[in-house]
């Protein structure tokens, strides 16, 4: 039976039906104007805080303390469900934010990355090989089980433990031994001397669980099915995969300069930028970290909330897979990189939240007892200035092929990532070079990061990676430590593996940082990677509410539970 | 009747087994390796062995197939790669939504179609203004739909949350509003334009002109002779809408937030999950036969001459 579909009209049908579409189409213009209101105003006043690097945007470390309690805050991960909320096996924004309101590490950020005791109320160094932590007495698990140094021995030799499957096995790669020492101590010795190790103690790797409940759901830990045991500020009340976690205030938290505010947190998986950007607008969201940068033009002008700035520690690179072609050559991989211009890119891509970055590990991740001799050595690197015309002299005095295509790499359906890898094509283009943009699904993508075969065809990649604290070493341990999994070009300089095998067990941080600025003089010059930007932690927070942390020191915080009512 | 419904159950097995073989090897086939899924960030290539031979992803896809067909047939549709969890606790709380949403957007697409249709098959005037207003409805995908009805109607007006699925009759009915709307707007064109034609070409029937002729009541005439005939391309079409709504109810819950089997389905196809979408897929083929096998009964209760046991 054929259907048929047709448009007729009679004279004045047509005329009535012209008048009507004009009319129609006016209608659907005026909603379309309406919902793109909102003026885009952009601040570009440049005030950084302490140890913070100019920004195009006002930089802060953390909101103002909030002063009362409140109901329920509705938060959304902007990375989407986390995996697991398994501290041993979580390594990305959504599972670190998750477990760090619900976790309690060895010890304790603050908002500009200085430590306090977290579950070990102190701790020493009696030689370089050992550390020692006094665990506090009477911490309870939300089960009522009192904390031992048992669990933290257990806890800690999980991310050593290959049927674990870990993470955060890199920090532990120097550890001899963990044992309890008393009753409530235990002690750590290395094989040698480890500076970064004791840092890493107030991040997620320093996590702590309960070593009966794990060994009770060993297979289902960290899933919606087994759940988690923790001490931390907020227990795990419901997680419905795909819809949402609700946390639950624990009213014991042994730590009353934490407790949390809000008595429920609600958390959401929008990863959809506009769905997002429209919930945060309209109140239904109370504020998100990670805002994505495309976003914040809209959310300035929201009346009902305001986007905060904080120093932070996630770097925008470009980096070589080391397949043959144009960019394993470092010479080719420098001229691309002096082609970028990277001030433009912080303003257009990122809309100001982001600083300018030279080198592998940015300025935000200088040791903070040694910054003049990471400032210094960074002064001596090529310069973030572009220079088109000697990079076009670069490529065209080349005896590498420059004619072939070189494929870049991105996650598929990510606007910044796009708009960051449209302006490498152009800049290639405008220097010689022909850059051809590949958009992977997110499931190849992360495939691609781990697993070689899956970077055959690739010959450059967009990352955007984090470090935890501000010390190179924890991103070189990614790169030129005993577990590289990001040294994906090979590279084996003696000089810069030496520098970094040795400054890993140097603990004075002069020394350390003499160590690391040689090792970096050598890699950037052979331009590893291609650094662009160093973004900030962008934090969207309702107007009703303060309290919140806004550097990047806030992923390993129980930030969630210092927001309570303005 | 009997013979009906046991002909209509042979030929839903034999779609179902075609269509999981076909998905199975399509998902096998699909590029992505499922490994660092499983084994949640940072891996080498030891611990992507280790995950391999402990989740079968090294065996014959024959093999696999085989092992995912047995277990079907024991109840069991396996579990997610992505939640370590069964798939039919996974499924459960979605399809709720989903079918809440479907069903929503399906009676106003309905009702509002068909009842502009028939004021456009019965009228002149009138009926430019609908064919004109519904075919900007038309033209308008649901991702955009989606987009102005929440940036005029919930961010705006606040009149309608931005996302999610809300729990509870009336609570789920203010959130899926906007959403059963943005997936509404290009249907309610389709139905409505055919509803229009068919009404249209009834009207120009011999039997009812003679009708007519007999002094029969214009609005008798309507009911009886025009409506009556008519309801077949449109209960069709209806079928067809129900149908397709499922399958296109994706973009609206990706937009909306709504943790239903369309987003889950995406999602789940670009993780390789396997089970996951071999369980949402073959639900999907199961819904369409029997909204098919549904409208064909109906057909043949208002055209005696479509029995079912006939071809129409």
Redesign the interface.
Known sequence: MASRLWLHGSGAGARLAVRLTLACLLVVTGLLVLSACGSSSTSTSTSPSAGATTSGVKVQFTTAPATGAISTLTWDLTGGEPTTLDYAKAADYSPDITISQMCDYLLRLTPDWKIQPGLAQSWSNPNPTTWVYNIRPNVKFWDGHTLTAADVVYSLQRNMDPKVQPVNGGFFSNVKDIKQTGPLQVTVTFTQPDELFNKEMATIAGGVTEKAYVEKHFSTFGTAKGGVMYTGPYMLKTWSPGSQIVLQKNPDYWDSAYAAKANTVDIKFIVDTSTLTSALLSGQLDGAYEVPATSIPELKSSPNGSLYFGPGLTVAEVVPTGQPGPMADPQLRYALGLALDRSAIVSAVFNGAAVPNNALTPPNAWDPAAIGIYKAAYAKLPGTTPDVTQAKQIVSSSTADTKKTIVLALLAGDQVELQFASVVQQAASQIGLTVKLKQMQPLDFSNAFFIPSYRKGIDLMITFGYLDIPDPLDYLALFYGPEPIFNWIDYKNPLVLNNVAQARATFDANKRAQLVTEAQAQYMKDEVVIPVANTDEVLFLSNKFSGAPVSFAYIYLPSLAMIGAK | MLRFVVQRLISLVLTLIVASVVIYGALYLA???????L??????????H?IHVQYHLNDPVYVRYWDWLTGILHGDLGQSF????PVTT?IA??IGNTLFLVSYASIVILVVGIALGITAGLT??I???I???T??GLATPSFVAA??L???F???L?WF????AGVGFTNRLWHLTLPAMALAISWVAYVS??TR??IKEELVREHVETARSRGIPENLVVRRHVLRNAW??IT??AGLTVAGLIAGDVVVE????I?GLG??LV?AT???DVAVVQTIALLLVVVFVVVNAIVDLVNGALDPRLTVSGR?
Do not use: M, N, W
């Open positions: 590029p992505g390796d499922p490994a660092t899924l084994a949640g960030g940072h891996v080498t290539p030891s611990i992507i280790q992505v939640y370590r969890e996974l709380p979605r002149r005037r009926s430019s203004a064919t004109v207003g075919g900007i987009i102005l929440i940036t005029v919930a961010v705006d606040g949350p931005v996302f999610g334009q055919l034609t068919s077949i391309p069709t079409v990706q937009a909306f937030g943790a987003s889950f999602q670009s993780q390789k129409g």
